[in-house]
């Protein structure tokens, strides 16, 4: 079975991350990869690749938007999957075959995003604790209110924010220049990383908080790192973490203030077999239980 995945692939980003461990999980089936390189202008190329395969899958997402259009969908045959990884035109969704989604929505096949399955070693917390926090450096991502939780809790940092194409390390020097001025102890890695070496990263932090507040594109790979280091986990009320909000492994708050009594006073969950019931292994799995419908 040829399988065409148009995706971001081989860039820094989470959504080919993501496509990555799909297509890592999934040695059975014949990858087409369409990267950014091959899609052309407003995906003209993407139908002409697509039909010398059996099935298209297309990662929706942010860089999708403005440019796909239902027409390209249809254009790539009746055998195409889409996945909703951000808000976008209904009828560009509405023109494949399937539809999925991270989150339940109607006529939406629900396949959830997926846990890296990493390997635990003996990694204890430093002392004094600190705070973790992961994820590309966009604003509303966290970073900052992390700074704020620290300091109210006159405990240390352990940020992963990687470099990216599309964003500015000016949050990331920002942040550490704050920490300096107010002698939070601050661990900052910048580089981009595999997955297990963000989790490792994590799992030396007492508590992992991505509390977001900006809307964004859409299901967050980062906060999956911080459920895979088998600490307690820390949420805003945000889109992004709908899907994870219901399986009872993440404490949801509504503000810094919040998140700061939460640790101080509550006995927080810890997110045991959560990467062994969503990892990546049963998420491929999913999809390809697609190509097949869709291939016979």
């Known amino acids: 079975m040829r399988v065409a995945l148009v995706t971001t692939w081989h860039e820094r980003c989470g959504l080919a991350a993501?496509?990555?461990?799909?297509?890592?999980h999934l040695p059975?089936?014949?990858?087409?990869?369409?990267?950014?390189?091959?899609?052309g202008d407003n995906f003209s190329n993407v139908p002409l690749i697509a039909q010398t395969c059996d099935i298209t899958h297309v990662m929706h997402q942010g860089g999708l938007m403005g440019s796909m259009s239902a027409e390209v969908v249809r254009a790539c045959g009746p055998r195409t999957i889409i996945t909703r990884q951000c808000v976008?035109?209904?009828?560009?969704?509405?023109?494949?075959a399937i539809r999925t989604a991270h989150v339940e929505i109607p006529g939406y096949r629900f396949i959830p995003h997926g846990i890296p399955v990493v390997e635990l070693v003996d990694i204890r917390p430093l002392i004094p604790p600190r705070i973790g926090c992961a994820g590309i450096p966009f604003d509303g991502k966290g970073h900052w209110e992390a700074v704020q939780i620290a300091?109210?809790?006159?405990?240390g940092l352990n940020l992963v924010m990687p470099e990216n194409p599309h964003t500015s390390q000016a949050l990331a020097l920002y942040i550490r220049d704050q920490c300096r001025s107010k002698k939070i102890p601050l661990t900052l890695e910048t580089r981009w990383?595999?997955?297990?070496?963000?989790?490792?990263?994590?799992?030396r932090s007492a508590v992992n908080v991505f509390f977001y507040t900006r809307w964004a594109n859409g299901i967050s790979g980062a906060v999956r790192m911080g459920l895979a280091a088998g600490?307690?986990?820390v949420v805003s009320r945000h889109n992004q973490f709908q899907d994870i909000i219901p399986s009872g492994c993440v404490t949801v708050a509504n503000s810094v203030d919040e998140v700061a009594d939460l640790i101080l006073n509550a006995v927080l969950p810890y997110p045991n077999n959560l990467a062994e019931a969503w990892g990546?292994?049963?998420t491929a799995a999913m999809y390809y239980g697609l190509y097949c419908e869709l291939y016979h």
């Open 18 to 24: 993501y496509s990555e461990n799909i297509v890592k």
């Open 28 to 39: 059975q089936v014949d990858w087409r990869i369409i990267g950014r390189e091959e899609w």
């Open 88 to 96: 976008g035109d209904e009828a560009v969704f509405e023109a494949a």
């Open 151 to 155: 300091e109210k809790l006159g405990w």
């Open 193 to 203: 990383l595999e997955e297990d070496q963000v989790v490792r990263i994590l799992q």
């Open 231 to 233: 600490r307690p986990v």
């Open 280 to 282: 990546y292994d049963k």
